[in-house]
């Protein structure tokens, strides 16, 4: 089954506005201020913008961002106390990275 452009678009922006959420959520929780969440969420937001446009290299840049977000999850998912919601950050985080790693081969077509 192959997704078009715009599906794939789409499926882009619905996972990075479901990561967003759930680091809202987390935030909700008080497990991290509001600064931190600010700070996070605006490469996510600039990535949206970007993949709107269906960018090629905004996919690219955005899988070396989420290789940093999986490294500071990682950090709090293998740490001492485990919250559902980090583990569900994590596992979105490798989910869009994959997705993302196959982004600039479905807008430039190569099959």
């Known amino acids: 089954m192959s997704l078009n452009l715009n599906s794939y678009r789409n499926i882009t922006i619905?996972?990075?506005?479901?990561?967003i959420a759930t680091k809202?959520?987390?935030f909700m929780s008080g497990r991290i201020?509001?600064?931190?969440?600010?700070?996070?969420s605006i490469p996510l937001i600039i990535f949206i913008y970007k993949a709107a446009l269906n960018s090629s290299k905004s996919y690219q840049v955005f899988c070396f961002?989420?290789?940093i977000y999986f490294l500071f999850v990682s950090l709090r998912v293998f740490g001492i106390a485990i919250f559902y919601l980090?583990?569900?950050e994590l596992i979105l985080i490798i989910y869009l990275f994959i997705h993302c790693?196959?982004?600039p081969k479905k807008i430039n077509g190569v099959k």
């Open 24 to 26: 809202f959520l987390i």
């Open 86 to 88: 980090d583990v569900i």
């Open 14 to 19: 619905s996972l990075t506005l479901l990561l």
């Open 65 to 67: 961002i989420l290789l």
């Open 33 to 40: 201020s509001l600064i931190t969440f600010l700070i996070w």
């Open 101 to 103: 790693l196959f982004g």
